[in-house]
């Protein structure tokens, strides 16, 4: 998870915009799959470093990448996409060219400052001076200003791909591959700076990052070659935490980025990976700083690669993908509000060839997942953009009123938490549930007559339950 912006976001999209990018197979089924319609917002793949994003207060989300002719791109640098609240791909361009193509010319990270503008940190050889270097725009991400050399002591010269966080006022940059990380406090010389790993949870892997929305802290999250290899958390800003290795069995090794986020509001930074090395792949959920909780398995399904989103209102999105029979498989889940339990499973069809990213951003209710990789069949690398919406649970039961007629009780949550605001409809009836997610209408029928109750939520998969009058 990367770029957070804490200012009030518009309200959440509307129930269908932007389901061109997810075609729904059986919606409300049980366990039915879906299909998986990824948009190519960038060429290119930044493989094994998840892209860079941020979403403004606007409700777009930004995301930031390299950009290199070598790829088919028109220049070498930083490049951007913005993604609208529906989903749509609205712009893209480079932020900046410095005309020279080659390898990891600067894998940028991107946050959204406390002012509410865009800021992207990276790598590379822009101009002269070590780097890393730093660009800003307004909001709207439609132009950036020329670069500056933000390094300090450490952080010059150090490995092209950054992150960039702030914690509180203050911006903290990571680089970090193939190697240790790096860490720096503020722009500029004199700015503070350190190295993160030693030789126990070392040699690092990609680093991500991402900000605990109560205290401001940075907590990163990498994998590690060290030893028998692993995953690691760690808060790196303001002050330096202690690093808490992912109970990961050793059969795993690091072979993808730990990818890391933090909730929209209230305390804790995620991130999930898998409990045990089997044909069925357990995955769990852990907070730095805590403990783990079960997040669940599609059978068959072996992850390959793991990810985690912010969600809304606290929640925290868990994706995994792999593959069953051959195709391939996405599982996605989104916890509650207090990130304690998780909605239904849900799986969609969509195969990738080697390795990809999931990473992504859910704050506006809808997932925007990030997929940088290249889709089975193609050669065209890349990140891609879809979209994926939370499901609901219910239950329904019917009790008779004689006469013919029967009052339904129709009660909606959303991985425990009530829905208030659904729609249950049913023979003709319908009726919106209250605070505490209940809703009771009355419908006619035949006792022993089988009902078919349509639920509806904005901003959620239709459900479709029975029961028996």
């Not at 300090?152 to 914690?167: A, D, I, K, R």
């Not at 990571?174 to 350190?194: D, E, K, L, M, R």
């Not at 909730?263 to 069925?280: E, K």
């Given at each position: 998870?990367r770029?957070?912006?804490?200012?009030a976001l518009l309200?959440?999209?509307?129930l269908?915009?932007?389901?061109?990018?997810?075609?729904p197979?059986?919606?409300?089924?049980?366990?039915?799959a879906r299909?998986?319609?990824p948009?190519e917002i960038a060429?290119?793949?930044?493989?094994?470093v998840a892209?860079s994003?941020?979403?403004?207060a606007?409700?777009?989300?930004h995301v930031?990448?390299?950009e290199?002719?070598n790829?088919?791109?028109g220049?070498?640098?930083?490049?951007?996409?913005t993604?609208?609240t529906?989903g749509h791909l609205?712009a893209?361009?480079?932020a900046?060219?410095?005309n020279?193509?080659?390898p990891?010319?600067g894998?940028?990270?991107?946050?959204?400052?406390?002012?509410?503008t865009?800021?992207?940190?990276?790598?590379?050889?822009?101009?002269?001076?070590?780097?890393?270097?730093?660009?800003?725009?307004?909001a709207d991400g439609?132009?950036?200003?020329?670069s500056?050399?933000a390094?300090?002591?450490?952080?010059?010269?150090?490995?092209?791909?950054v992150?960039l966080q702030?914690s509180?006022s203050?911006p903290?940059?990571?680089a970090?591959c193939c190697?240790?990380i790096?860490?720096?406090q503020?722009?500029?010389?004199?700015?503070?700076s350190?190295?993160?790993?030693?030789?126990?949870?070392?040699?690092?892997?990609?680093?991500?990052?991402?900000?605990?929305?109560?205290?401001?802290?940075?907590i990163?999250?990498?994998d590690?070659?060290a030893?028998?290899?692993?995953?690691?958390f760690?808060q790196?800003?303001?002050?330096?935490?202690?690093?808490?290795?992912a109970?990961v069995p050793?059969?795993?090794?690091?072979s993808?980025?730990?990818?890391?986020?933090?909730?929209d509001?209230?305390p804790?930074?995620?991130?999930?990976?898998?409990?045990n090395?089997?044909?069925?792949?357990?995955?769990s959920?852990?907070?730095?700083g805590?403990?783990s909780?079960s997040?669940g398995?599609?059978?068959?399904?072996?992850a390959?690669q793991?990810?985690?989103?912010?969600?809304?209102?606290?929640r925290?999105w868990?994706?995994?993908?792999?593959q069953?029979?051959?195709?391939?498989v996405?599982?996605?889940t989104?916890?509650?509000?207090?990130v304690?339990?998780?909605?239904?499973i849900?799986?969609?069809?969509?195969?990738?060839?080697?390795?990809?990213?999931?990473?992504?951003?859910?704050?506006?209710?809808p997932?925007?997942?990030?997929?940088d990789?290249?889709p089975?069949?193609?050669s065209t690398?890349?990140?891609y953009?879809?979209?994926?919406?939370?499901v609901?649970?219910?239950?329904?039961?019917?009790?008779?009123?004689?006469?013919?007629?029967f009052?339904?009780d129709v009660?909606?949550?959303?991985?425990?938490?009530?829905v208030s605001?659904?729609t249950?409809?049913a023979h003709?009836?319908s009726t919106?549930t209250?605070?505490?997610?209940?809703?009771?209408?009355?419908v006619?029928?035949?006792?022993?007559?089988?009902?078919?109750?349509?639920?509806t939520?904005?901003?959620y998969?239709?459900?479709?339950?029975r029961?028996?009058?």
């Amino acid at each position: 998870m990367r770029g957070l912006c804490r200012q009030a976001l518009l309200p959440t999209v509307l129930l269908g915009l932007g389901l061109s990018l997810l075609v729904p197979a059986g919606a409300g089924a049980k366990n039915a799959a879906r299909a998986l319609h990824p948009v190519e917002i960038a060429k290119g793949s930044q493989f094994p470093v998840a892209p860079s994003f941020a979403r403004t207060a606007d409700g777009r989300l930004h995301v930031a990448f390299e950009e290199n002719t070598n790829w088919g791109d028109g220049g070498n640098g930083v490049g951007y996409s913005t993604v609208s609240t529906s989903g749509h791909l609205l712009a893209e361009g480079l932020a900046v060219d410095w005309n020279t193509a080659g390898p990891e010319n600067g894998i940028p990270g991107l946050a959204v400052t406390p002012g509410g503008t865009l800021q992207a940190a990276f790598g590379g050889s822009p101009n002269s001076g070590p780097g890393p270097f730093v660009i800003s725009s307004s909001a709207d991400g439609a132009s950036w200003s020329g670069s500056s050399d933000a390094s300090s002591g450490f952080m010059e010269g150090s490995n092209p791909q950054v992150t960039l966080q702030y914690s509180h006022s203050t911006p903290v940059l990571t680089a970090g591959c193939c190697g240790g990380i790096v860490v720096q406090q503020g722009f500029g010389n004199g700015s503070p700076s350190y190295l993160l790993t030693n030789n126990s949870d070392g040699v690092a892997g990609n680093v991500d990052t991402a900000v605990d929305a109560a205290t401001g802290a940075v907590i990163a999250g990498w994998d590690s070659s060290a030893g028998s290899g692993g995953f690691w958390f760690q808060q790196i800003a303001p002050t330096e935490g202690v690093a808490q290795r992912a109970p990961v069995p050793s059969q795993n090794g690091p072979s993808y980025p730990f990818i890391v986020a933090g909730r929209d509001t209230g305390p804790g930074v995620f991130a999930a990976y898998p409990a045990n090395y089997a044909n069925t792949t357990q995955i769990s959920l852990l907070r730095y700083g805590g403990g783990s909780i079960s997040v669940g398995s599609v059978k068959g399904l072996h992850a390959t690669q793991v990810g985690v989103a912010t969600g809304l209102d606290g929640r925290i999105w868990v994706m995994w993908d792999g593959q069953i029979d051959g195709k391939g498989v996405t599982a996605i889940t989104r916890s509650n509000k207090a990130v304690t339990r998780f909605e239904p499973i849900q799986k969609y069809h969509y195969t990738w060839a080697g390795g990809i990213t999931l990473s992504g951003d859910g704050r506006l209710g809808p997932l925007d997942l990030l997929i940088d990789g290249t889709p089975f069949g193609s050669s065209t690398q890349g990140i891609y953009d879809a979209r994926a919406l939370p499901v609901l649970s219910a239950s329904v039961s019917a009790k008779s009123l004689g006469g013919g007629n029967f009052k339904l009780d129709v009660k909606v949550n959303d991985a425990g938490d009530p829905v208030s605001g659904a729609t249950a409809s049913a023979h003709g009836q319908s009726t919106t549930t209250n605070a505490t997610g209940e809703a009771k209408f009355t419908v006619s029928g035949s006792p022993g007559k089988h009902l078919k109750v349509t639920i509806t939520a904005t901003n959620y998969w239709p459900l479709i339950k029975r029961t028996e009058l």
